[in-house]
T-cell receptor, first 110, second 113 residues
Framework: NAGVTQTPKFQVLKTGQSMTLQCAQDMNHNSMYWYRQDPGMGLRLIYY???????DKGEVPNGYNVSRLNKREFSLRLESAAPSQTSVYFC?????????FGPGTRLLVL | AQSVTQPDIHITVSEGASLELRCNYS??????LFWYVQSPGQGLQLLLK??????LVQGIKGFEAEFKRSQSSFNLRKPSVHWSDAAEYFCAVGGTGAQKLVFGQGTRLTINP
C-alpha cells in the first residue's frame, strides 16, 4: 500500500519555465490537496479538490493551476515559474477524518 | 478566520526529559485539532487528533494532547523524550471532515544526549 506518492522528488527550474507536479493516492479518498511549505510559515494550502471533477482555491493559489484527472490523481502546474515559488510542495488526500501526506517535491526556481 | 499559533519556534530538551509543545487556535465553530510530525526530508505523519469526547487524547509514539476549550489550546506532551523524537511538529485546525486544514508555523524539537 503506497499511500500518497509524488513525482518528482526534486526539480530545478529556470524562471519562466513550466512544469507539472504529479500526485497519486491509492486509498480511494475523495479529497485531495496541494500545500507549499516555506521556512517559518508552516504549510499553506494552494488548491484542493473535495471530489473528482471539482477544484477550489486555497490560501495561496496565484501562479498555480490544478487538475483532478480522476479519483486517484491530482496534479499541480506552474505555467511560468518564479523564484518566489521555490518551496517544498506536499500533496495530501483525506478520508472523513484525517489527511495523509506524500513525501514532498522540493522545487528550486533560479 | 481560523488560525493556529505555535509560540515556540525551537525547543531543546534532554533525552529522558518531559516535553510540552504549545498550540493555540482560533476557530469559529467546534474545531477538529491535529498534531503532525515531520522528520527531516520527510512528509508529515499524524501523531493524534481530537474531534470530540474525552479532552485528553492519546497518539502514537507515546504522545498525548489535551484540548482546553477555555484556553483555545491543544498542547502536545510526552513524559520522556527519545533521541528519535527530534523532528518538526505541526499543530493544525480544521472543520468537519478534516477539510482545509490550517497549520501552525511549526516547532522544531532538538534532543540533547
Amino acid at each position: 500500500n503506497a499511500g500518497v506518492t509524488q513525482t518528482p522528488k526534486f526539480q530545478v527550474l529556470k524562471t519562466g519555465q513550466s512544469m507539472t507536479l504529479q500526485c497519486a493516492q491509492d486509498m480511494n479518498h475523495n479529497s485531495m490537496y496541494w500545500y507549499r511549505q516555506d521556512p517559518g510559515m508552516g504549510l499553506r494550502l494552494i488548491y484542493y479538490s473535495a471530489s473528482e471533477g471539482t477544484t477550489d482555491k486555497g490560501e495561496v493559489p496565484n501562479g498555480y493551476n490544478v487538475s483532478r484527472l480522476n479519483k486517484r490523481e491530482f496534479s499541480l502546474r506552474l505555467e511560468s515559474a518564479a523564484p518566489s515559488q521555490t518551496s517544498v510542495y506536499f500533496c495530501a488526500s483525506s478520508d472523513t477524518e484525517t489527511q495523509y501526506f506524500g513525501p514532498g517535491t522540493r522545487l528550486l526556481v533560479l | 478566520a481560523q488560525s493556529v499559533t505555535q509560540p515556540d519556534i525551537h525547543i531543546t530538551v534532554s533525552e529522558g526529559a518531559s516535553l510540552e509543545l504549545r498550540c493555540n487556535y482560533s476557530y469559529g465553530a467546534t474545531p477538529y485539532l491535529f498534531w503532525y510530525v515531520q522528520s527531516p526530508g520527510q512528509g508529515l505523519q499524524l501523531l493524534l487528533k481530537y474531534f470530540s469526547g474525552d479532552t485528553l487524547v492519546q497518539g502514537i509514539k507515546g504522545f498525548e494532547a489535551e484540548f482546553k476549550r477555555s484556553q483555545s489550546s491543544f498542547n502536545l506532551r510526552k513524559p520522556s523524550v527519545h533521541w528519535s523524537d527530534a523532528a518538526e511538529y505541526f499543530c493544525a485546525v480544521g472543520g468537519t471532515g478534516a477539510q482545509k486544514l490550517v497549520f501552525g508555523q511549526g516547532t522544531r524539537l532538538t534532543i540533547n544526549p
